[in-house]
T-cell receptor, first 118, second 115 residues
Framework: AQKVTQAQTEISVVEKEDVTLDCVYETRDTTYYLFWYKQPPSGELVFLIRRNSFDEQNEISGRYSWNFQKSTSSFNFTITASQVVDSAVYFCALSEAFYGGATNKLIFGTGTLLAVQP | GAVVSQHPSWVICKSGTSVKIECRSLDFQATTMFWYRQFPKQSLMLMATSNEGSKATYEQGVEKDKFLINHASLTLSTLTVTSAHPEDSSFYIC???????????FGEGSRLTVL
């Protein structure tokens, strides 16, 4: 069965600190997708990244970076020089892939509430 | 701009009434849409997979007679909460698979409060 574990329920940092959000997943599929979403208090899900299981390259986008390691089934997310606007709940999610690559349903982790203090 | 739109964004209703939530794909055809529910301070849980022109597939524990899903066209799926009760109060979010591999778009969510 597929499962996503975000062991950190809440994290509190002071502005400008770096913070890493952990995500560990379980799946028997060889082809799958991993996602990170941000959910601010307003509720909408903000897409951050999608990574397929064949692409283990780490990715950097501005202050955000992701470390995907299949050997440890982890897909960790780091925010560098955090800002108050980064305060939100962050979800890691896993999806198996249909034949042809279409995205299937997402299995979400329990989320990590990040509070960035000024 | 948003490619998946949900309506209404929030709704308050009396216990016993039914509420319909719409999920529209704005500029693409969505053969498959998904409905999730999120209770306060909890994760998103998949309720059902909605397939255009066929019956929805419900996850274990989700009452199909209570949460009616209709995917009558390639751009619209609806979730109807029938005979709503306070315990149905939740945030409901839909998503649709995009045209490219791995693409998935979420609606803005609909917050339901049942009094």
């Amino acid at each position: 069965a597929q499962k996503v574990t975000q062991a950190q329920t809440e994290i509190s940092v002071v502005e400008k600190e770096d913070v890493t959000l952990d995500c560990v997943y379980e799946t028997r599929d060889t082809t799958y997708y991993l996602f990170w979403y941000k959910q601010p208090p307003s509720g909408e899900l903000v897409f951050l990244i999608r990574r397929n299981s064949f692409d283990e390259q780490n990715e950097i986008s501005g202050r955000y970076s992701w470390n995907f390691q299949k050997s440890t089934s982890s897909f960790n997310f780091t925010i560098t020089a955090s800002q108050v606007v980064d305060s939100a709940v962050y979800f890691c999610a896993l999806s198996e892939a249909f034949y042809g690559g279409a995205t299937n349903k997402l299995i979400f982790g329990t989320g990590t509430l990040l509070a960035v203090q000024p | 701009g948003a490619v998946v739109s949900q309506h209404p964004s929030w709704v308050i209703c009396k216990s016993g009434t039914s509420v319909k939530i719409e999920c529209r794909s704005l500029d693409f055809q969505a053969t498959t849409m998904f409905w999730y529910r999120q209770f306060p301070k909890q994760s998103l849980m998949l309720m059902a997979t909605s397939n255009e022109g066929s019956k929805a597939t419900y996850e274990q524990g989700v009452e199909k007679d209570k949460f009616l899903i209709n995917h009558a066209s390639l751009t619209l799926s609806t979730l109807t909460v029938t005979s709503a009760h306070p315990e149905d109060s939740s945030f409901y979010i839909c998503s649709a698979s995009g045209r490219n591999p791995g693409e998935l778009f979420f609606g803005e969510g609909s917050r339901l409060t049942v009094l």
